[in-house]
């Protein structure tokens, strides 16, 4: 078995598809250990020294061509290795990848999947994107609303699209008390309310909600004089940000933190009293399943993926993210506790659940299942082919 997988990125920025492949990876190469890994990073310049994954894993890198010729090397690079080497099957966890693995299938019969995040497989119009999905073995929804989504805009059969959903470490996200290095960094005290957003600050990613925390901010604060705001993240929409805060004279009430390094970022979810990332545009959201694992409330847009990591609101507040109203009235009952759904409270059971639903364990057997369906295909596949050219079928 000889697997060839198309990522972004692993080694650098870790967003929400780059976090999704190494995940996907590490789950591939514990329910096949024996098998070949090549895999396809078109941002990275070099693989880590550190990586924990099977030796027979051959990590092939672009970042340090010229962006303009990143696209074309990587192509050329799949189709030659697969010349060579003949994958059993090919995986692309970005949309843009797609048509390559379509046109391998085209001329060698190589079997692929390809996974859909959110916006990038939204409203999909190129057509050989388009084409590469309708064509595809399996195209794998992060979330039942992208699959639903997929479903209502693409020409593709319910059985080709499933449901593979983002996954965390519950290890890395525990539930403690409110950090005091963080309270002393930002001047804090730990009996004060304080709301986190965890995002990208990029002009492209406005849809992300913080702009209607912050104008919630303003009526949240005439009721609750000592709350505040921690944003963290960084990106090109910091500086209009800035100028937005000061704007709405919330000056003394927000922190802009920047670039937070993984090692702290559990400790920043334990310091806030409520999470809350009111999205339109998430294909999914781990960084709900983050700070659900550390116990604290969660609320989210009703419009987007976000609806299955919170469970359709089981596991959090679901608001209308455009409702700036609705986000302030929500925010207050979260921090006064006086939210309808009492689970949201209980942090040992909320961690609980999210774990039991969303931990690597349920991922990985998820993701078996799925190869045992492509093993059964792809031998289906051999076999049809050669009735074919034994012209008995």
């Known amino acids: 078995m000889r697997y060839f997988l198309l990522f972004p990125n692993m080694f650098g920025f ?10 996907l990876l590490r789950g591939l190469q514990i329910l096949s250990p024996s098998a070949e890994y090549d895999v396809f990073l078109k941002y990275d310049r070099q693989s880590s020294p550190n990586s924990q994954f099977l030796p027979q894993t051959q990590f092939h890198c672009f970042g340090s061509l010229p962006r303009i010729l990143q696209s074309f090397w990587l192509a050329f690079s799949v189709l030659w290795l697969s010349i060579r080497k003949r994958p059993s099957l090919m995986i692309s966890t970005h949309v843009n990848y797609s048509p390559i693995c379509y046109w391998l299938k085209r001329l060698f019969g190589v079997r692929y999947w390809v996974v859909v995040h959110g916006l990038e497989g939204w409203n999909l119009s190129h ?10 073995d399996k195209v794998v929804a992060v979330s039942y ?3 639903s989504r997929l479903l209502a805009e693409q020409q593709l059969d319910e059985s080709q699209v499933v449901v593979l959903p983002n996954t965390f470490e519950p290890s890395r996200f525990q539930i403690a008390p409110k950090p005091d290095y963080l309270l002393e960094r930002y001047g804090l005290k730990a009996e004060q309310p304080i709301i986190l957003t965890v995002t990208r600050l990029g002009k492209s990613a406005r849809y992300k909600g913080y702009d209607r925390i912050l104008q919630a901010l303003v009526l949240v604060k005439k009721l ?21 805060i000061s704007e709405l004279g919330l000056s003394d009430c927000v922190t802009l933190t920047g670039f937070v390094p993984d090692e702290e970022l559990c400790d920043y979810y334990n310091l806030c009293d409520v999470f809350a990332l009111p999205s339109k545009g998430e294909g999914f959201g781990i960084v709900y399943l983050e700070a659900l694992a550390c ?23 679901l608001v209308e993210p ?54 059964m295909n792809s031998e289906f596949n051999l076999l049809d082919r050669f009735l074919q050219a034994h012209s008995l079928g």
């Open 14 to 23: 870790k967003g929400g598809i780059q976090v999704y492949s190494e995940f």
């Open 127 to 136: 057509k050989g994107q388009c084409l590469a999905l309708r064509y595809a």
């Open 145 to 147: 609303y992208t699959r």
């Open 224 to 244: 609750i004089p000592d709350v505040h705001y921690v944003l963290v993240g960084k990106g090109d929409d910091t500086p209009r940000i800035k100028e937005l």
């Open 295 to 317: 116990g604290k409330p969660a609320l989210a847009g009703n419009l987007d993926g976000a609806v299955d990591p919170l469970l359709g609101g089981k596991l959090g507040c």
């Open 322 to 375: 455009d409702d700036v109203g609705a986000i302030a009235s929500n925010l207050l009952q979260l921090l006064w506790k006086s939210y309808p759904n009492p689970l949201l409270f209980q942090r040992t059971l909320l961690r609980s659940q999210v774990i039991q639903l969303f931990a690597f364990e349920g991922f990985c057997s998820c993701l078996r299942e799925l190869l045992k369906y492509e093993a």
